[in-house]
C-alpha cells in the first residue's frame, strides 16, 4: 500500500537514522521545482527539535508530512505513542501561538478522527509547537469524542507536554503498521473536492471507498468507458446522473471534467453550471488557491490570470450559451458536464429572457434544446453529462427532466441516452414518461449512473430520508429517522435566534464552517435581523475566515436557497419563517406583499417554496438547529399561529426543543 506519509518509522529508528537520510527521504516525495530553501530548512529544524524531545523515548512511531488529500495539505507529523495520536504542527521562529495555527491543527485531527478508520475510536492529541514561544500553561480537555482541545508548546517543551498527555491518557498501544494502512473515507465538501482534484488528486483518493456509499469511483468509471466508446465510434452520447441531494453527483461532475481536461491531447472538457454563486465561488476558491501555491514556491501569479484559467474549467452555463449564441462554430469543448440539469430553463422562460435581455424577438429553444444543438455541431463525437438532483427545482422557468428527453426525441434522435435505473421516480419525471421518447435502441440502463446514499452528512446518511419525511408531513416516519441518526447528527429547535447562534458556536471546532440560512421569502424574519433581501457576496461568505465580517462565521448575513445550493456547511441554523407554515396538519403556502402575506396557489410554485427547505433542510454536514420564532401578536405579519403549529410539528417530529 502507497504510505500516505514521506517518512514513517519507530521513534527508535528515526533517533539513529542520520538527519541527511531522513531529510532525503522527504524531499524525494516532492517535486523539486517546488522547493525552496525556506522549506528544507524548515524541515531540517523540525527533524533536530524531534529527535532532541523524543530522544528518552523507546516506543512509539513517527510519520513527517501525512497527506490529508481532503483538505490538499499534509501534516506535519504524527506521532503514535501509548495508544494516543498525536497530531504536531511546527511552526518554526514563531515567537506567538496564532489562532489560525490552532484552528489548522484541530483540523487536522478532527479529519483523522472523522475519515481514518483506526482512529475512530483514538484518542487524538494536537499540538501546536511555536518554536521561539514562551512556555504556556496547557490544560488536558478532551471533546466527548476524544478528540483534544489544542496543546501549546515551543521548542524546548514538547516532551514534557507529550509525557504528561501519556501519563494521565494512555491508552494501549496502537499497531502502527495497522493505523498506516487504515482505509480513509473522507467526504470533501465540494469546495475541498474541486480544489483537491484541480491540484491532481484522484476521486478515489478524495471520496468514501465504504460499503455504506455507492463508490463514486464507480460512476467516474462507467462515465470513462462511455466516453471511450463515444470517441471510438465517432458517437454522440448524453448522460443522466441521478442521485440523492448530498450523494456526490457535483463532485462526480467535477473529477469528470478535471479528468477529461487535457489540452495538449486536443481533449477539452468544461464543467457548466446555472448556479451562479456556485460558480463564483468555486472559480474564486480554485484562483485564491493557485496564487497561493505560486507564493509558496516562489512563482507568485496574478490573482486575474488565475481566475483566467479556473473559468475555463468551471463555467456558468448561461455565459457559455450566450457565447454560443453569437456564433454557429463547433465549440472547443467536446466534453460538457451540466451541473443541475433538471434547472435549465423552459422554452417560455428562454424565449422571454432572449426578447429582453438579448434583444432575439423569435428564440423558439428551450435552454436544453439549445445546448444539446451546440455540442450537435461536433462533426464526430460528442459528450454531455447531465448531473440531475431530484426535488432541486426552486426558480421560476426551470425545466426538470422531461425538457431534456423531448428534446432528443424531437431533434437528437441518433444520440445515445444513457441513464440510471432510478430515472422512473416521480420527483425527477413529475409524472412524465421520459422512456417514450427514446427508440430502445438508443436508450441504454446503467445503475452506476444513480448515487443512492448522501455523502455530505458524513455523521448520517439518513438526513435526506428525513428532510423528506418532514417535508411530507409524515411525523411518525420522521420521528423514527431522527432517533436514528441523533447520536450522530444532532438536530434540534430553538424559538430564539441569539439561542441557535451560541449552538452554533458551541458544537463548531476549528474552521468548521457555520452560517445562517433561510428562505428568499422569509422576508418577517427581517425583525430579527435576517435580511434576505440584502444580498451576500458568495465567495466571501463561504470562503473568508472567522476575522471577515461578510464571512458566514460572523452570523450577520444570511444565504437563501439560491446562494447555498450546490454548496453546504458543516452546522447551520435554518430560519424558519412564515411562508411555510403548518396549519390544521397542512402546510401553507404564503408570498409577503406589501403589508400582508398572500396565498400562493399556483402548483409549481408552491412547489419551488417547498424544495427551498428541502435545501435549506439539507446543506448541513454535522447538524443543524432550526429557528422558528415566536411571533408576536402586536404585529399582524408575524402572528404567534403562523409560527406556532409549526414549531410544535417539528416537535413531534422528535426534534427537541432547547429553549
Avoid at 74 to 94: A, H, P, S, T
Amino acid at each position: 500500500m502507497l504510505s500516505r506519509a514521506c517518512y514513517s518509522n519507530h521513534i527508535l529508528a528515526f533517533l539513529s537514522d542520520s538527519l541527511e537520510s531522513i531529510l532525503g527521504s522527504i524531499t524525494a516525495k516532492y517535486p523539486q521545482s517546488t522547493l525552496e530553501d525556506l522549506q528544507r530548512n524548515a524541515w531540517i529544524e523540525q527533524i533536530r527539535i524531534l529527535k532532541q524531545q523524543l530522544s528518552d523515548f523507546k516506543n512509539g512511531h513517527i510519520f513527517f508530512e501525512y497527506s490529508i488529500p481532503r483538505m490538499g495539505k499534509r501534516v506535519d507529523n504524527i506521532l503514535l505513542l501509548d495508544g494516543i495520536v498525536f497530531v504536531l504542527e511546527f511552526k518554526i521562529g514563531e515567537k506567538h501561538y496564532p489562532l489560525y495555527a490552532l484552528d489548522q491543527v484541530l483540523d487536522y485531527a478532527l479529519d483523522l478522527k472523522n475519515f481514518h478508520e483506526q482512529s475512530h475510536t483514538k484518542k487524538i492529541v494536537p499540538i501546536l509547537i511555536s518554536t521561539h514561544a514562551p512556555d504556556y500553561i496547557n490544560v488536558i480537555q478532551p471533546y466527548a469524542d476524544s478528540v483534544f482541545q489544542p496543546l501549546r508548546t515551543n521548542k524546548d517543551n514538547l516532551m514534557s507536554v507529550v509525557n504528561w498527555v501519556s501519563a494521565e491518557h494512555k491508552d494501549g498501544q496502537l499497531d502502527a503498521t495497522a493505523w498506516q494502512q487504515s482505509i480513509y473515507k473522507p467526504t470533501p465538501t465540494i469546495i475541498e473536492a474541486a480544489q483537491a482534484l484541480y491540484k491532481g488528486h484522484s476521486v478515489a483518493e478524495i471520496s468514501r471507498s465504504d460499503g455504506g456509499a455507492i463508490n463514486l469511483s464507480r460512476t467516474s468509471n462507467a462515465i470513462a468507458k462511455i466516453i471511450e466508446d463515444s470517441k471510438r465510434l465517432n458517437q454522440k452520447s448524453i448522460c443522466f446522473i441521478t442521485g440523492v441531494p448530498g450523494a456526490g453527483k457535483t463532485l462526480a461532475g467535477l473529477n469528470i471534467a478535471n479528468a477529461r481536461h487535457n489540452v495538449d491531447k486536443g481533449e477539452h472538457a468544461v464543467f457548466l453550471s446555472g448556479n451562479g454563486p456556485l460558480v463564483h465561488v468555486l472559480q474564486e476558491a480554485l484562483a485564491r488557491n493557485k496564487v497561493q501555491e505560486s507564493k509558496e514556491i516562489g512563482n507568485k501569479i496574478a490573482k486575474k490570470k488565475a481566475l483566467s484559467e479556473t473559468k475555463a474549467f468551471i463555467q456558468n452555463i448561461h455565459h457559455f450559451r450566450d457565447d454560443n449564441l453569437r456564433t454557429e462554430k463547433t465549440p472547443i469543448e467536446c466534453v460538457a458536464v451540466f451541473d443541475e440539469a433538471q434547472r435549465a430553463w423552459t422554452l417560455e422562460q428562454t424565449s422571454s429572457f432572449m426578447k429582453r435581455k438579448k434583444g432575439i424577438p423569435d428564440f423558439t429553444m428551450s435552454e436544453p434544446e439549445f445546448l444539446i444543438g451546440v455540442m450537435n455541431r461536433h462533426k464526430n463525437w460528442a459528450i454531455i453529462i447531465c448531473l440531475i438532483g431530484g426535488g432541486q427545482e426552486i426558480n421560476t422557468g426551470e425545466a426538470g427532466l422531461p425538457e431534456w428527453f423531448a428534446s432528443l426525441k424531437k431533434d437528437y434522435p441518433d444520440w445515445d441516452v444513457f441513464i440510471s435505473d432510478k430515472l422512473t421516480d416521480f420527483e425527477y419525471t413529475q409524472g412524465t414518461d421520459l422512456f417514450s421518447k427514446i427508440q430502445s435502441d438508443k436508450l441504454h440502463i446503467q445503475p452506476e449512473l444513480h448515487l443512492a446514499v448522501s455523502v455530505r452528512s458524513f455523521r448520517s446518511e439518513n438526513v435526506s430520508a428525513l428532510v423528506k419525511a418532514i417535508l411530507d408531513i409524515n411525523s411518525i416516519e420522521a420521528q423514527q429517522l431522527y432517533a436514528s441518526l441523533k447520536d450522530n447528527y444532532p438536530v434540534t429547535l430553538t424559538r430564539n435566534l441569539q439561542t441557535a447562534k451560541k449552538w452554533l458556536k458551541e458544537h463548531a471546532r476549528g474552521t468548521e464552517r457555520y452560517g445562517l440560512i433561510a428562505s428568499s421569502g422569509a422576508y418577517r424574519l427581517k425583525s430579527f435581523g435576517v435580511h434576505v433581501k440584502s444580498s451576500i457576496d458568495p465567495a466571501n461568505w463561504f470562503l473568508n475566515g472567522k476575522e471577515d465580517v461578510r464571512s458566514s462565521y460572523f452570523l450577520e448575513e444570511v444565504a437563501t436557497e439560491f446562494d447555498i445550493q450546490g454548496l453546504e456547511l458543516d452546522w447551520a441554523c435554518v430560519c424558519w419563517d412564515a411562508d411555510l407554515r403548518l396549519n390544521k396538519g397542512q402546510w401553507e403556502y404564503k408570498n409577503f406583499s406589501g403589508t400582508k402575506w398572500k396565498n400562493v396557489n399556483d402548483a409549481i410554485n408552491r412547489l419551488y417554496l417547498k424544495n427551498a427547505y428541502r435545501v435549506l433542510l439539507t446543506r448541513a454536514r454535522q447538524g443543524m438547529v432550526i429557528f422558528v420564532p415566536e411571533g408576536d401578536s402586536n404585529d399582524h405579519t408575524r402572528q404567534p399561529e403562523f409560527y406556532d403549529q409549526t414549531a410544535e410539528y417539528l416537535m413531534r417530529c422528535g426534534i427537541p426543543l432547547i429553549d
